[in-house]
DNA sequence: GCAAGTTGTTGCTAAAATACAACAAATGAA
DNA sequence: TTCATTTGTTGTATTTTAGCAACAACTTGC
């Protein structure tokens, strides 16, 4: 009878097929329904016109890579819960992945994957907001109170995207070279 | 002079010697005044009467480990941000401790510290005086974020001076009639 | 070793922001 | 009603900010 008799429908992102075919098996089992995509392009025509509870991402993959998609769907308003998962990966890579919006990283391969696609949709992590608090002093001058807003405004988005200037630029809508100006000024140095 | 003469005070917990050596240098550099704990008791007696504005905690530690003593600090409501480090840490590891409270988490050895500490305790908002929480949304552009944030600024202003133009364009260091525009500019009617 | 790509600096120019000045309109006290 | 003060607008000059372009230095991959 269609999509009404599973538990949930989940989305998953990778591009090892020995890898998802296990995972799809065992989401299978116990009437998940798991559509795999092999890429983040893939992936990014499947979410059109159709909801997933949940979406497993690898962070490696050929093309767009886990963590720029990731990036890209949170930003975008993206909110169904994402866990990332990686068969080797750097802390600052968590960190990051969890600081961007990712609610689990998950170790490939996968070990008790159902009591964590379990717990994950039977209570959903709130989407978490971009709002930042900023505590700045009003009694100071117009243009430093703006300084320092602009200050921490980029080292958030410097910490965000890893120090890439061209990236944190985008974001902030400035030209690159203008931004190097305007660190320097600020003196932020993002060594 | 004292402690007057620091940036910040930062509690360092870990039981090896030589890692506890080389950060206490690199901060003490650059004026941070770093205080060193080699395991979970002696960490909470020195927080005991100290106010720090930055914890940075090993998670394996002899006796009590790092990640139990977060739990701890983050339950009882300790709100000075910690940064846990690790040589080696499953991802697992990593998400709990995020997840737990701890604001980053590090390899070791340690690379790039420095941004790190001065990312986090640029951000931290000072204990009173005329500070706002503005809680702008830093997924802006810069110039619309920054938009936001002038507006809120003069609007706070405007309220503590009876919209009183010339006072407030001499608190925010503006030109009278530069005020009046800036308000046209931003949206803001004070009647 | 070399080519391609990335990072970082600087010159120049246009656009935006700010200050200064002048003046009109509104307000309030006498 | 008159006058002084305050509020509000606008023209213009100056300063600051931002974008574009070019290029040097560095990094990475082959």
Redo the contacts with the bound molecule.
């Keep these: 009878m269609g999509e009404d008799n599973y538990l949930g429908r989940i989305l998953i992102i990778d591009d090892e097929k020995e890898n998802t075919e296990i995972i799809k098996d065992i989401l299978g089992d116990v009437n998940y329904h798991a559509v795999i995509a092999s890429g983040a392009s893939e992936a990014k025509a499947m979410i059109v016109g159709h909801e997933f509870d949940l979406v497993l991402m690898d962070v490696w993959m050929p093309g767009q890579d886990g963590m720029s998609l990731l990036d890209e769907w949170i930003n975008a308003g993206f909110d169904t819960p994402i866990v990332m998962m990686s068969g080797h990966a750097e802390p600052s890579d968590i960190v990051r992945a969890l600081k961007l919006g990712a609610i689990d990283f998950l170790k490939k391969p996968l070990h008790d994957l159902l009591p964590i696609v379990r717990n994950i949709l039977t209570r959903q992590a709130p989407a978490e907001s971009n709002q930042e608090v900023s505590g700045i002093d009003f009694s100071l001058k ?2 430093e109170a703006r300084n320092l807003f602009e200050k921490q405004y980029l080292l958030h988005h410097l910490a965000l995207h890893d ?4 990236v944190v630029a985008e974001k902030a ?6 931004l ?3 660190l ?2 600020l003196g932020i140095d ?2």
């Design positions: 117009l243009k120090n890439n200037i061209a809508g400035l030209e690159r070279t203008t190097y100006r305007k320097k000024d993002k060594r």
